[in-house]
């Protein structure tokens, strides 16, 4: 039995509200119009001031993703918020830029216990779209850049507004924005990395949660569905070009070559190293033994995704052993079956990239000798690679089988009937030889007299 990956769906709250503005749900989740008041623009920041810091920061952990990105502005607006500061506080922004300074802060001992909160981080962030820097705190940016900033790498973030701040020895409340650094709070800080995946839009730091030979679980699904919706925005058929130029340059011992000579992605790693193959983009040829459509229930991840249905796959290969991988796919080739189909197999070349080794739980063989008491299941490890679409080499079609069948046919009969003509010619010579051999006495002969 194989098991769908849609069990990582996230159900949402019930009941959820309609609201006019963030500064809304924020009242809605305890963030009330007070500690956005309390901000002043133009200084350092107060104690109080980063008791609103911490509680927005608190309150952003529940606040649904869908809702920040559904309320998130182009940070072509940033020059306007920074000249009224006050009409936009509280309000969300979408932030795209480089990361320079990442520096970790504990908070106070009755914060840190109030807000359920160990450490949170200050990034300074060069954005594109704004010539001064701007600072964002959030509780979550990559493991690699929790010991310093990786340097100068592309990051962004839904950031939601604060203030003007100063340096200390500012006056707060000046009227002028000049020298100022706006503040952000978010509730992560994305990495993009230089790579194919990266330049997706794929944050990377979403691997952090990722764990190799477990189920798919909750703390899954947002790296899962990012990626899904990363190829999905790669135009049809480039993985499967960049994989195959990628691998004259891969290691050795990552590949193999076929009876055919041809030289191939070797699946060994992917089984063995899991690890070092995380965001890695491949290209594999085999059977696929079941095709199955995976429908998205859950209309929030829907939204904030794209993505409402996929394509799971169980695919062989030559070199797998007889060992299963799992690829998942946004959409299949035109007329492709899938679905629960008796002695399934099509021939496929499929690229993507790797997410995890997973495991789900297949039935045992009767013929294992379970004792009794013994589960009649056990765990399957597969690698779960995820790519755009997939190239299907169909059997022929009836219709081109009845035709090379009537040709064959055809040409056997125009065959036998050549062979029947040349036997028939041949044997009739014969009859005329055979007439003249023995038919009568030649002319000139004449048989002995008182014979």
């Not at 952090?208 to 990626?227: C, G, I, R, S, W």
């Not at 997939?390 to 040709?407: E, H, Y």
Request: glycine fraction near 8%.
């Amino acid at each position: 039995m194989f098991f769908a990956v849609c069990a990582v769906c996230v159900a949402s709250p019930a009941g959820a509200e309609e609201f006019a503005d963030p500064r809304e749900q924020f009242r809605a989740l305890g963030v009330e119009d007070a500690y956005f008041d309390r901000l002043a623009d133009g200084g350092p920041m107060t104690r109080h001031e980063r008791e609103t810091l911490l509680r927005v920061l608190f309150r952003l952990r529940i606040f649904p993703p869908v809702d920040l990105d559904r309320w998130a502005m182009d940070a072509d607006l940033l020059e306007t918020a920074i000249q009224q500061p006050k009409d936009y506080r509280g309000l969300i922004f979408r932030l795209r830029g480089r990361v320079t300074d990442v520096r970790p802060f504990n908070p106070p001992p009755e914060a840190a216990e109030r807000y359920e909160l160990k450490k949170y981080y200050r990034c300074r962030l060069k954005l594109d779209a704004l010539e001064q820097s701007v600072v964002v705190y959030t509780e979550t940016v990559p493991k690699q850049w929790q010991r310093g900033a990786k340097p100068n790498a592309s990051c962004g973030a839904l950031g939601v507004f604060l203030k003007l701040t100063k340096p200390a020895g500012a006056t707060a409340g000046s009227s002028s924005s000049a020298g100022t650094t706006p503040l952000f709070v978010a509730p992560r800080l994305a990495w993009y990395p230089n790579n194919l995946l990266g330049r997706l839009g794929m944050d990377a730091g979403l691997f952090d949660t990722v764990e190799n030979q477990e189920p798919l679980t909750k703390k899954d699904h947002a790296a899962f569905y990012e990626m899904l919706a990363a190829v999905g925005r790669t135009k049809p058929g480039r993985l499967l070009r960049q994989a195959e130029a990628n691998l004259p340059e891969i290691p050795a011992k990552w590949r193999w070559t076929n009876r055919e000579g041809q030289e191939l992605y070797s699946v060994v790693p992917l089984f063995n190293e899991p690890k070092n193959q995380l965001g890695r983009l491949v290209a594999l040829r085999g059977t696929a033994r079941l095709v199955e459509e995976v429908f998205v229930d859950e209309p929030d991840i829907a939204a904030q995704y794209g993505v409402d249905h996929y394509y799971q796959l169980m695919l062989f290969t030559d070199d797998s052993q007889g060992n299963p991988l799992t690829f998942c796919v946004r959409e299949l080739p035109e007329g492709m079956p899938h679905g629960n189909i008796p002695r399934y197999g099509e021939s496929v070349l499929v690229a993507g990239f790797f997410f995890k080794t997973w495991s789900y739980p297949i039935r045992r063989q009767s013929d294992e000798g379970l004792s009794p008491g013994e589960p009649k299941t056990r765990l399957q490890l597969s690698p779960l690679l995820i790519g755009r679409s997939l190239v299907w080499r169909p059997p022929p079609k009836p219709a081109d089988q009845t035709r090379a069948n009537v040709i064959v046919g055809g040409l056997f009969i125009a065959a036998m009937i050549v062979v029947w003509i040349v036997a028939w010619r041949s044997m009739r010579r014969e009859r005329r030889w055979v007439d003249r051999a023995i038919g009568g006495p030649p002319k000139d002969f004449s048989p002995p007299e008182g014979g």
